[in-house]
């Protein structure tokens, strides 16, 4: 099937630096987003890779391995409104169809 | 630029009944997906539309469905709803289907 698979939960320090993983099956593969939901928000779009290597933007980056079905989200200097599901979606094949992993929900504490 | 907007907010309807979904995308863009979310499902895709075409659809029953108007606002139908549709509905919408999709606020559906 075309399973995205990350951590249900994680748990930081304000200031901290974070990384939230995620993996998917290769075949078909045409683009990873990572976004971010607060609870009863929306989400929000952080960041997009369709090869591979490092996006930097900001606090956040995100990182792809195609060969490995292999994606991060690195969060730094970690604030408590950083506390959010962060949610790895990935593009199989043509078109817009996004598959979503379940969510890492992550906890930011002082 | 306004961003995606979804209306209603909330809707309370019954088993039984049929209810109409609303979206329209930011300015400019054409391609427009629907997707469900559950705690215990998470997000999961239920159409895409380009150009008024419909491109993908997800795993759900026929009693979902969905179109695109000229002005690519989008509308997303379903009947004979059943408890188990209670779910918040967001519309995302992008440039072109590979581009990053930015999410409306949702339609929180419960069904009594």
């Known amino acids: 099937g075309q399973n995205i698979d990350q951590p249900t939960e994680m748990t930081a320090t304000e200031g901290a630096i974070v990384q939230i993983n995620c993996t998917y099956q290769t075949s078909g593969f045409n683009g990873l987003f990572w976004y971010q939901q607060h609870a009863g928000e929306a989400p929000t779009f952080l960041s997009y890779n369709v090869l591979d290597g490092l996006e930097e933007k900001g606090r956040f980056s995100s990182f792809l391995s195609r060969s490995k079905g292999y994606s991060y989200l690195l969060l730094k200097e970690l604030q408590m409104k950083d506390s959010a599901s962060y949610l790895c979606?990935?593009?199989?094949?043509?078109?817009?169809?996004?598959?979503f992993g379940q969510g890492t929900e992550l906890s930011v504490k002082p | 630029k306004a961003g995606v907007t979804q209306t209603p907010r909330y809707l309370i309807k019954t088993r039984g009944q049929q209810v109409t979904l609303s979206c329209s995308p930011i300015s400019g863009h054409r391609s427009v997906s629907w997707y469900q979310q559950t705690p215990g499902q998470g997000l999961q895709f239920l159409f895409e539309?380009?150009?008024?075409?419909?491109?993908n659809k997800g795993n759900f029953p026929g009693r979902f469905s969905g179109r695109q108007f000229s002005n690519s606002r989008s509308e997303m139908n379903v009947s004979t709803l059943e408890l188990g549709d209670s779910a918040l509905y967001l519309c995302?919408?992008?440039?072109?289907?590979?581009?990053?999709?930015?999410f409306g606020d949702g339609t929180r559906l419960s069904i009594l």
């Open positions: 979606a990935v593009r199989f094949n043509q078109g817009g169809k996004l598959i």
């Open positions: 995302a919408s992008s440039n072109r289907p590979d581009q990053p999709q930015h």
């Open positions: 539309y380009f150009s008024e075409t419909q491109r």
